[in-house]
């Protein structure tokens, strides 16, 4: 038996479940491109931007920030923080926290709809088994002494619906479970530079050395009395 046998064996649901499994492949592959373009390392920005505003203050940060134009959410939260850094560290924060629900939500878009898809497809094979043992009770109530084939038809469409749901689910399971694993690794990085921020704002500027004076000693003269 060809898969094409296979398909007309399972009925019509079948292909609901086939037009579902060509959708959970698509958002898994459109979410995994997006997250790796979203992933790219950005620890060497933050650390460039600390320094430049350790010596120059956020504005110079933020224009190091906007120059890079770097995609990831860690820089989308910098960002919001050095750009409200004038305002005081309450408004640095405040920023911050929104850019940071932002991110979040970008990066864990079509997640709900990869694990809704796992839920679904074995109800979906579920009720494909229903109708098919239907079909197979038809046959005895219709029929005196069913054949094989008969009753083959009804089996086949439970069983090929019950297999098609579960590895439907299977994949969408899995896809959406390394997609969020992803997806977090990417959001630590953004968290941390939430928590960094406010203590390079609030770190006292260095001190300047006080300056050498090489002028020279004051000469003093020393008169001895009784001298005439």
Known sequence: MTILD??????????VLLALSVYVVYLSVARAQALARLGADARALIERARAVTAESGPHAALVEVDRAAHPGPAAQV????LA?????????????????????????????ALGTAAQVAPLLGL????????????VFSQTTAPTPAQLATGISEALINTAGGLIVAVIAYVARGALRA??????VQAEQVREDLPGWLTRPAPTPAPARTDAPMPEVALTFGGAQ
């Open 6 to 15: 296979l398909v007309r064996a399972a009925g019509p649901l079948l292909w």
């Open 78 to 81: 910098l960002r919001a923080g």
């Open 84 to 112: 409200r850094a004038d305002r005081g560290v309450p408004a640095a924060e405040s920023a911050m926290h929104s850019a940071l629900l932002s991110e979040d939500a970008r990066l864990y878009a079509g997640l709900g």
């Open 127 to 138: 009720l494909g088994t229903v109708i098919g043992m239907v079909r197979s009770f038809l």
């Open 182 to 187: 992803r997806a977090d690794r990417i959001m």
